[in-house]
């Protein structure tokens, strides 16, 4: 081989041998992945998850293009918080967004991933904070402060129902926070003279027997939200219906799905604070710093459907004070 030619083909395989590492430069940066996991179903938290993607989209966080966002879905059964969360973990995910009873699992599966809860009823009874101002630890999120609404719920329930004397609280006995509520509910209702009934289930297959075990004791029904209970709001709705009873809950989606009316917190709203919470951490903030906030924006839903097909005339007033009314 002459020299020119070797030297030729020198450099070929020098060039040849820089290919791969051009085509690595080339390739973009792995994204920055959240882990979503939901306690109830898809369909249930279509309007929340849409409320936190689009909030991300604002603060320059566009899924598939800036940010991955991994949905798993536990569609009520606490039993696959554990698997999800252990999942979650194995992809090394930068942050995982979750709420509810599902975020002790999350917390147990990892204590240097980022947790941002997007509601949550008591974090600090509940271990999942230390405090609200400095939570500590990888956990941080919003707390919803239904427990302190119980009263309120009562109240507003009366002005529509005066004749009330026996409520019946739909509750899932499985979950602490739930039973928290409940105790509340049943406080508030020692307060205004009612007789509380409690519902107790801890899966779908409870919730026709309760109701039947109920027939013809109560007046209205209180129903405790969480993931078990907001999965199966459409069964639940036509049961209390077929049982005349009017139902309140703190869930718009509840009110939306044939209850008779909610009062809460706006859960779309947390859930775009969810979004600025993720962003921080994203950009480098540390989730044990970011202090939990609680709601400042409640809204009173009113289905006036279901209202006619009890036969209730709504007080003008609380028509004039609703957020929404659903015709």
């Known amino acids: 081989m002459s020299v020119i030619r070797r030297r030729e083909f020198i450099t070929l395989l020098g060039g040849v041998a820089a290919w791969p590492l051009a085509a690595r430069a080339q390739q973009p940066a792995k994204l920055r992945t959240i882990g979503f996991l939901a306690p109830a179903s898809a369909s249930a938290w279509r309007q929340w998850v849409a409320a936190f993607v689009e909030r991300l989209r604002e603060l320059g966080w566009i899924e598939g293009r800036t940010v991955a966002i991994e949905y798993r879905w536990a569609d009520g059964r606490t039993d696959r918080y554990a698997d999800i969360a252990a999942e979650f973990v194995r992809l090394n995910v930068d942050v995982i967004v979750t709420s509810g009873g599902a975020v002790p699992a999350a917390k147990r599966a990892t204590s240097s991933i980022p947790i941002v809860f997007a509601i949550a009823v008591d974090p600090?009874?509940?271990?999942?904070?230390?405090?609200?101002?400095?939570?500590?630890?990888?956990?941080?999120?919003?707390?919803?402060?239904?427990?302190?609404?119980a009263g309120k719920r009562i109240e507003l329930l009366r002005e529509i129902v005066p004749h009330i004397s026996r409520l019946a609280i739909l509750t899932n006995v499985g979950y602490a926070a739930a039973v928290s509520e409940m105790g509340q509910v049943e406080a508030a209702a020692r307060i205004f003279g009612l007789e509380a009934l409690t519902m107790g289930i801890r899966r779908a297959d409870d919730i026709a027997p309760a109701f039947e075990a109920l027939k013809g004791r109560a007046d209205a029904l209180y129903v405790v939200v969480e993931s078990l209970v907001i999965t199966n709001r459409t069964q639940i709705n036509s049961l209390a219906l077929a049982a005349q009873l009017p139902t309140i809950s703190s869930t718009r989606d509840f009110a939306a799905a044939g209850g008779l009316m909610s009062y809460g917190a706006n859960f779309p709203h947390l859930f775009r604070r969810a979004g600025d919470y993720v962003d921080k951490i994203l950009r480098g903030e540390k989730a044990g710093e970011i202090p939990v906030e609680q709601p400042t924006k409640f809204d009173l839903v009113l289905n006036l459907r279901t209202a006619k097909a009890l036969s209730l005339d709504l007080p003008w007033f609380l028509e004039q004070r609703a957020d929404e009314v659903i015709e």
């Open 124 to 149: 600090i009874a509940g271990g999942l904070v230390a405090n609200l101002a400095r939570p500590g630890g990888n956990v941080t999120g919003l707390s919803i402060q239904s427990t302190d609404l």
